[in-house]
């Protein structure tokens, strides 16, 4: 709970967060990440970061951290493009932040957890590609003129 973290714990989980969305963002097929009920009602810590940092909050939304000692377990919830198998995103999403929280941090990560919400098909706003129509003939069909 956030009310039992301290000051350096609350801004630490926001660094590997921050490292993590980053990542996560910069992964090739991941549209965007999807805040869960619990980081739309995150402002404690907001307040905390601001006056601690004297930053703004970074982006962390659909990132979720736990601090266990010197290692952090990370659940990220996030929407493919449909271009790519969601599994092979989620899995690049994963090598990114393992990477990124391990360099920026120093923390170790014990895992991370995707969860893939959505299948965004309009390819990041662009429409999808339409439907080519068959120039398959059934058996027996007369032959179109031309």
Do not use: N
Not at 70 to 98: F, W
Request: aromatic share 2%; with cysteine.
């Amino acid at each position: 709970m956030v009310a039992d973290m301290s000051e350096q714990d609350i801004v630490t989980e926001i660094r590997v967060a921050a490292a993590a969305a980053q990542a996560a963002r910069a992964t090739p097929g991941v549209v965007r990440l999807q805040p869960d009920l619990w980081g739309l009602v995150r402002r404690f810590s907001q307040q905390v970061w601001e006056r601690v940092t004297g930053k703004p909050y970074p982006d962390v939304a659909g990132v979720e951290v736990q601090l266990d000692d010197e290692s952090a377990t990370i659940e990220l919830t996030l929407v493919t493009d449909g271009r790519h198998p969601a599994a092979s995103i989620a899995a690049a999403a994963q090598r990114a932040v393992v990477e990124a929280v391990t360099t920026r941090t120093g923390l170790a990560v014990t895992s991370v957890a995707v969860h893939v919400c959505e299948i965004d098909i309009t390819h990041r706003g662009q429409p999808a590609p339409t439907r080519r129509t068959s120039t398959r003939r059934r058996a027996g069909a007369p032959t179109p003129p031309g």
